[in-house]
């Protein structure tokens, strides 16, 4: 199969694109064809604004951890970086120019990473503008807009805080943001969320909570390699033990059963590994109660004891092999 | 005459970081450096899970994202009275590798080189290198179709910036080398964390996934592929750099301010950690030979002087009160100002360096006249990274070992529970320099936390005595010719490698109070 675009084969993007593809006709959507159609009649590539507010980096971390496509396709190739803070060459009041001249122009890519504070506009300013502005005045004439991260999603860490961080949707209500929410943002999803619009030019079908549906249509329990062990109730009690080395982690703490996400089947970084099959408990970090409603982390809670009760009850069948 | 310019957003970066300087006769004469974003983890924190402290720390920074995770884990592991097994601390040491050498690629390569180098001097490349001409096709490429973003725009290259092609080509193509070898450097970590940003495995305790063989080839098979471009292009990069085209700023000591620098030491050399790989140790100034005199954490305090909390005195990291006072106009930053008896220090590889007395540092400084510095700070962090690299390999053979003993052990199980009371520092030194986080622990829940970090050292502003913090001071006297084009401001900033999230994290050390905000 020929490439589709510098150093992104069909395949590749339609890894990117969905481990579930199938399910959601993905595969009829982009063929070959229309892929590289679609991207040679763009002409130029898309601008992208990429705003961080109250955030970690994180998320830009993660737009740099792709091996296919490159980091260096991606910033170089793929999208025109018109304005990311980390990256672009400008800094201060030159900086804030292209940024306003991109907005002049219309059209763009706008990624928010990080929330909005609610409780003053000055626990984030930028160029000595409050961030809840500047996102808003960005978005007015953007093509699409895309939150990255459970900070700009659902409020993440920074909404439990008193500075009161916002997701971006509350502060540009009538608009439609794309949330990819896990914290950070998985590489894959924001990669193939970008493809995707720049193929369709419109943004892939949504879950209730705005998430792409072909990276959160599935429990994170239901693909889990632990399942097995937690129908039969083998849980980890000792991280030194190799024979409880593949048990369930529910009680250290997993809310696997009550968090959307492919990550057991796309898992991280490359497909190298992820949070479960590094012995480490799923924190539910894709959905809105992250991080506050998810304590205690590491032992049983609220959440954990809600997930047995409902195995109790039956409400969570043994897994069967199709 | 003088003229006031303000830098803000400071970009390439992490974090949200304002620069303000005044410039009398070509020269900065003051300087104020500000953070203008604040979350306040602490009301997350207090009453809950200790064990929580770590994941949720981790967040401070994505870009260094484990290392207050790590920090986070000793004190919990001081407060639980918890033995970290050897074969935790190993791994706990690889993972941490792997982030010093992804971070070090990037601050050099994609954080501060644009500020170097002539971007669009590749065009004039006359080479016969095929893979270099690939490079200087793919940037006229970019400037044919008008779209040279985020290259440009920029500030003018000035008289130290390199505009040899030969030299810029080469660095253009490490560019992007560079980030491609960062992504395997992050992806050497994840095989034993989980994922990155924000490894997984790192608790209380020790570490949650038991290695395998075939886990530990990988690894290293990747490490031998990230080592041979640290020691074949990063460091001859740095060389080069510093030897040529910069040797004039780099003697020049362009960049230099206090000469006090403080490192908490990191990364245990054996079982029981008698021999670290860096040093602890403090060094105020320059002039009594670089004598190095212990650490004693006692000596921490942090002034709110002109910081937007509520007025007070300062205090140690386990006495502070932090009240945000946003109507305070004599204050001017989110960073509080942390001092060491008194005195503001640097963090970072080149205080590290300096204190644990690396003679290849030393032997720059004493031998071939370059001065502390901001191309000092670049050569240090270069040296570093190969010095991680090597140990690195020791801890992987060191883990081979201690695999194959019956026995194995990764966690200490029987301390995972809270205590009902206690109280733990952790101390690290992560990439951008010594870090500390204090918890107190009451009831099973957390009772206090606190986090002095690197950035919170360099970024600071004033303190009670007028001192300016680190940044602040390495500005004075540097030469901005043209204040429409303050490159050097921007080269000096960067030489820090700063990271402002991190240093605005805003965590009680003191009571579960509710928090009080003063606002107007």
Not at chain 2, 104 to 131: E, Q, R, T
């Given at each position: 199969m020929g490439k589709v675009f510098d150093g992104l084969s069909r395949r590749?993007?339609?890894?990117?694109?969905?481990?579930?593809?199938?399910?959601?006709?993905?595969?009829?959507?982009?063929s070959v064809e229309k892929v590289a159609a679609a991207l040679e009649s763009a002409g130029k590539k898309p601008p992208v604004i990429w705003l961080e507010g109250q955030d970690c980096a994180g998320c830009t971390i993660s737009l740099i951890s792709l091996e296919d496509p490159t980091p260096a396709s991606i910033i170089l190739d793929k999208i025109s970086i018109r304005y990311h803070e980390t990256i672009m060459a400008a800094s201060g009041s030159m900086a804030e120019k292209v940024r306003e001249d991109t907005i002049k122009e219309g059209g763009y890519v706008l990624i928010v990473e990080g929330s909005i504070p609610s409780a003053d506009d000055r626990y984030c300013l930028v160029g000595g503008k409050p961030f809840k502005e500047i996102v808003q005045e960005t978005?007015?004439?953007?093509?699409?807009?895309?939150?990255?991260?459970?900070?700009?999603?659902?409020?993440?860490?920074?909404?439990?805080?008193?500075?009161?961080?916002?997701?971006?949707?509350?502060?540009?209500?009538?608009?439609?943001?794309?949330?990819?929410?896990?914290?950070?943002?998985?590489?894959?999803?924001?990669?193939?969320?970008?493809?995707?619009?720049?193929?369709?030019?419109?943004?892939?079908?949504?879950?209730?909570?705005?998430?792409?549906?072909?990276?959160?249509?599935?429990?994170?329990?239901?693909?889990?390699?632990?399942?097995?062990?937690?129908?039969?109730?083998?849980?980890?009690?000792?991280?030194?033990?190799?024979?409880?080395?593949d048990w369930c982690l529910l009680q250290k703490g997993c809310k696997g059963p009550e968090t959307y996400g492919d990550c057991p089947i796309r898992r991280w970084n490359n497909g190298i590994n992820f949070c479960i099959d590094a012995g480490a408990p799923c924190q539910g970090c894709s959905e809105p109660g992250f991080y506050v409603k998810h304590s205690p982390l590491y032992a049983m809670g609220p959440a954990t004891d809600r997930i047995m009760a409902r195995k109790a009850a039956g409400l969570i069948p043994k897994k069967e092999i199709v | 005459m003088t003229k006031r310019i303000t830098i803000d957003p400071m970009t390439r970066i992490e974090g949200h970081l304002k620069i303000e300087v005044e410039i009398e006769n070509g020269k900065v004469k003051d300087a104020w450096s500000s953070g203008t974003m604040a979350r306040g983890f602490e009301a997350l924190l207090l009453g809950k899970d200790p064990r929580d402290a770590s994941y949720v720390t981790s967040r401070f920074c994505g870009v260094c994202f484990s290392?207050?995770?790590?920090?986070?884990?000793?004190?919990?592991?001081?407060?639980?009275?918890?033995?970290?097994?050897?074969?935790?601390?190993?791994?706990?040491?690889?993972?941490?590798?792997?982030?010093?050498?992804?971070?070090?690629?990037?601050?050099?390569?994609?954080?501060?080189?644009?500020?170097?180098?002539?971007?669009?001097?590749?065009?004039?490349?006359?080479?016969?290198?095929?893979?270099?001409?690939?490079?200087?096709?793919?940037?006229?490429?970019?400037?044919?179709?008008?779209?040279?973003f985020p290259l440009v725009p920029r500030y003018e290259p000035d008289e130290f910036s390199v505009k040899d092609p030969d030299i810029v080509i080469s660095a253009v193509k490490h560019y992007l080398d560079a980030l491609q070898m960062q992504v395997k450097a992050k992806n050497m970590g994840v095989i034993f964390g989980g994922r990155a940003p924000h490894y997984q495995s790192i608790v209380v305790g020790g570490f949650t996934q038991l290695p395998d063989v075939n886990q530990l080839a990988r690894f290293r098979s990747m490490l031998d592929e990230v080592a041979q471009f640290v020691t074949e292009v990063y460091i001859p990069d740095v060389v080069a750099f510093g030897t040529g085209p910069l040797l004039p700023l780099a003697k020049a000591g362009i960049g230099g301010g206090h000469p006090n620098y403080l490192s908490y030491g990191g990364f245990e050399m054996d079982e029981g950690g008698k021999k670290l790989l860096f040093k602890p140790g403090v060094i105020v100034g320059l002039n009594g030979g670089m004598a190095v005199k212990p650490f004693d954490q006692k000596k921490i305090t942090e002034s709110v002087r002109y910081s937007w909390y509520k007025k007070d005195t300062p205090k140690h990291p386990?006495?502070?009160?932090?009240?945000?006072?946003?109507?305070?106009?004599?204050?001017?930053?989110?960073?509080?100002?942390?001092?060491?008896?008194?005195?503001?220090?640097?963090?970072?590889?080149?205080?590290?360096?300096?204190?644990?007395?690396?003679?290849?540092?030393?032997?720059?400084?004493?031998?071939?006249?370059?001065?502390?510095?901001?191309?000092?700070?670049?050569?240090?962090?270069?040296?570093?990274?190969?010095?991680?690299?090597?140990?690195?390999?020791?801890?992987?053979?060191?883990?081979?070992?201690?695999?194959?003993?019956?026995?194995?052990?990764?966690?200490?199980?029987?301390?995972?529970?809270?205590?009902?009371?206690?109280?733990?520092?952790?101390?690290?030194?992560?990439?951008?320099?010594?870090?500390?986080?204090?918890?107190?622990?009451?009831?099973?829940?957390?009772?206090?936390?606190?986090?002095?970090?690197?950035?919170?050292?360099?970024?600071?502003?004033?303190?009670?005595?007028?001192?300016?913090?680190?940044?602040?001071?390495?500005?004075?006297?540097?030469?901005?010719?043209?204040?429409?084009?303050?490159?050097?401001?921007?080269?000096?900033i960067r030489s820090f490698d700063p990271c402002l999230a991190c240093a605005i994290h805003l965590i009680d050390p003191r009571t579960n109070e509710i928090r009080k905000f003063i606002v107007e």
């Open positions: 590749d993007f339609l890894k990117l694109c969905g481990g579930v593809a199938a399910t959601v006709g993905l595969a009829d959507l982009f978005a007015r004439n953007a093509a699409v807009i895309i939150g990255v991260g459970a900070c700009s999603a659902f409020g993440g860490i920074p909404g439990g805080t008193p500075s009161k961080g916002l997701p971006v949707s509350k502060i540009i209500p009538g608009k439609t943001v794309i949330n990819l929410s896990t914290c950070p943002v998985h590489m894959d999803h924001l990669a193939g969320t970008i493809l995707y619009y720049l193929v369709t030019k419109k943004a892939p079908p949504l879950d209730k909570l705005n998430r792409p549906v072909m990276y959160f249509g599935t429990l994170v329990h239901d693909n889990c390699r632990r399942r097995a062990h937690f129908d039969e109730e083998r849980f980890l009690t000792d991280w030194n033990d190799p024979k409880q080395q | 290392v207050h995770q790590l920090a986070s884990a000793r004190a919990l592991d001081a407060a639980f009275g918890a033995q970290v097994p050897w074969g935790g601390t190993l791994l706990r040491n690889l993972v941490m590798g792997a982030e010093y050498i992804y971070d070090h690629m990037i601050h050099f390569y994609h954080l501060s080189a644009l500020d170097y180098i002539d971007v669009m001097a590749v065009a004039n490349y006359k080479g016969k290198d095929p893979a270099l001409n690939k490079v200087k096709e793919k940037v006229v490429g970019l400037v044919k179709r008008g779209d040279v386990y006495a502070g009160e932090q009240i945000f006072d946003l109507k305070r106009s004599d204050a001017y930053s989110f960073v509080k100002a942390p001092r060491y008896d008194t005195v503001p220090m640097e963090v970072g590889p080149l205080a590290r360096a300096l204190v644990d007395q690396d003679p290849t540092i030393l032997g720059l400084v004493k031998n071939q006249g370059v001065k502390p510095g901001a191309v000092a700070r670049h050569a240090a962090r270069a040296v570093e990274t190969k010095r991680i690299v090597d140990a690195m390999y020791g801890w992987c053979d060191q883990l081979t070992t201690a695999m194959t003993k019956p026995g194995f052990k990764i966690h200490d199980t029987a301390h995972w529970n809270p205590p009902a009371t206690g109280e733990g520092a952790g101390f690290y030194e992560a990439p951008r320099g010594a870090l500390g986080h204090w918890i107190r622990i009451k009831d099973h829940k957390i009772a206090g936390y606190q986090a002095v970090v690197p950035s919170t050292w360099n970024a600071s502003p004033r303190d009670e005595r007028g001192k300016r913090g680190q940044y602040e001071e390495s500005l004075i006297g540097v030469p901005v010719p043209d204040p429409q084009n303050p490159i050097n401001v921007v080269r000096v």
